[in-house]
């Protein structure tokens, strides 16, 4: 039998130990007799007949009963409250995991997942930390560095390391003589301003990434506070003789026709919203994620001293 439409309304203080019927008529103690195969009739001290709208309110399962009861002896009102559907039937929380996503929209792309993440991102070393939550000072600036090569006629006069006294105002240490392994010597770099994060060469531009360096407020404050410094390393990047003249003041035998073009480098340096250049090692922490946000040089060199380093301070034991 289809059951008829039924309404009731909350307890008052009158009949705080049942419920009243909309005609007035409070519910008795014991629960009515229903019958599934006659028409369902109300059972109370005021009977109405079967099928009338004014019914008291069917009994409840035994959850409910014991919600009364308890409801009863704190003397509070009955509150009918589910739990939240995003609640209901959660698994235990296991350990968490951070997770990395690898690869290219044209090539395979893989999710990683690690206990501990640490990002040492070089010239995108800001946006990966970012990414994990950080703040965006400093930011990573990149600075292209050119180098010049000594022909190999040449080569006797630099036999090791010929550095400058370096500049404390400035993390560049300017033109300086290296001669490799392999028996080249490479002259240089200086530091100017790339206009891409990968610009290796001078033709190289982002205008994206260009955009976001000239939208930093360090970087305006930087150039206002060594604009000279800035336009002697333009003259010198783009005039082979005053590179010359750069390298003729730790090798006075050097001249213009001593040196060839070689490949350019590009320094992630960070500066920060003040216009600062961070000359020291800088990391920060976020959760499970550990970001090398500066690694001055020499960077590649300290590798697995910097590795120790970072897990003895910043990656805890289990």
Known sequence: MRRSARSWSRPTPTTRRGW????????????????????????????????????????????????????RRRRAPLRRTRPAPHTRHRPAPGPRRVEALTGTPESERRIHRFDRLVVCGGLRGDELARMAGAAPDPRTVPFRGHYHELVPERRHLVRGLVYPVP???????????????????????????????????GRDLVPRELAETLAWPGFWRLARRHWTMGAREVLVSSSRAVFARQARRLVPEISAADLRPAESGVRAQALGRDGGLLDDFRVDTHGRVVCVRNAPSPAATSALAIAEFLADRHVPVR
């Open 20 to 71: 009243r019927t909309s005609s007035g008529a409070p519910r008795p103690t014991a629960s009515p007799a229903w019958s599934a195969s006659a028409p369902r009739a109300c059972a109370t001290s005021n009977p109405t007949p079967a099928g009338s709208p004014h019914c008291t309110r069917p009994p409840r399962d035994h959850r409910l009963r014991r919600r009364r009861r308890a409801a």
């Open 167 to 201: 500049d404390p105002r400035y993390p560049f240490l300017g033109v300086h003589l290296t001669r490799h392994v392999h028996g080249e010597v490479m002259a240089g770099p200086n530091a100017v301003l790339a206009t891409a994060r990968e610009g290796y060469r």
